[in-house]
């Protein structure tokens, strides 16, 4: 009856003990998670460098739209690339090539995109504010994601899905929050650019770190 006992007290220990660790486990790896999500995230970068230049050019609120489609682009691309995109890549040089010098291209017309900009400031919503499909375009073709995607995946997941969908969620805000801060921070300087010559001269300085990075992928 005694050994039974014990034997009883010591399975409800185990019982208790695993569900435990296995919580400390996950809450120190969603801290790493996050951490990582931050410094790859908050980073300077092409999408952060066109959020800024959208937040200075058409407000916070019309630079949205460009912060949503970045976070759900990475975050598609961080699924797929869990799921094995990248080891497609690898079978097919051709493809990933395709993507180096669309990567390259788009970063161009961007830049040129924002050189060309005649510095006046708007209001409200504007057509010409980078669209959501933008920031998802630009996340596809930025190399920065990609080595991103890449890395946390082999760091974080070990090949197993639930881990790659909690590392998702944890990335998703993180990425909103950090962009949406880049495109804060040009709303702030759009206060202090009331002559469009110093929008032009702010845009025009943004459009050579785009084409600095454009050169960067060539090199």
């Not at 019982?15 to 995230?41: C, D, E, G, Y």
Request: hydrophobic letters at 55%; a positive charge.
């Amino acid at each position: 009856m005694g050994v039974l006992f014990f034997n009883t007290l010591d399975s409800q220990r185990l019982k208790i003990t695993v569900p435990s660790s296995h919580r400390i486990f996950l809450m120190s790896l969603s801290l790493s998670m996050a951490a990582f999500a931050l410094a790859a995230s908050i980073s300077p970068g092409p999408v952060n460098i066109v959020a800024l230049s959208s937040g200075a050019n058409h407000g916070l609120r019309a630079s949205l739209a460009h912060v949503a489609g970045a976070t759900l682009g990475f975050c598609l691309l961080l699924v797929l690339v869990g799921l094995g995109l990248h080891q497609l890549l690898l079978r097919w040089s051709l493809l990933g090539m395709l993507l180096h010098w669309g990567g390259v291209a788009f970063l161009l017309y961007m830049a040129w995109k924002l050189a060309s900009d005649n510095g006046r400031l708007t209001n409200t919503h504007s057509t010409t504010a980078p669209s959501a499909w933008h920031g998802v375009a630009m996340q596809w073709l930025n190399p920065k994601a990609w080595l991103a995607a890449v890395a946390g995946v082999g760091a974080y997941t070990g090949g197993e899905q639930h881990l790659l969908w909690l590392f998702a969620w944890i990335y998703g805000p993180i990425c909103f929050v950090s962009v949406a801060c880049w495109a804060w921070a040009g709303s702030m300087i759009r206060q202090y650019l009331g002559n469009p010559r110093h929008v032009r001269l702010l845009n025009r300085g943004l459009a050579v770190l785009l084409v600095g990075s454009a050169v960067y992928l060539v090199i």
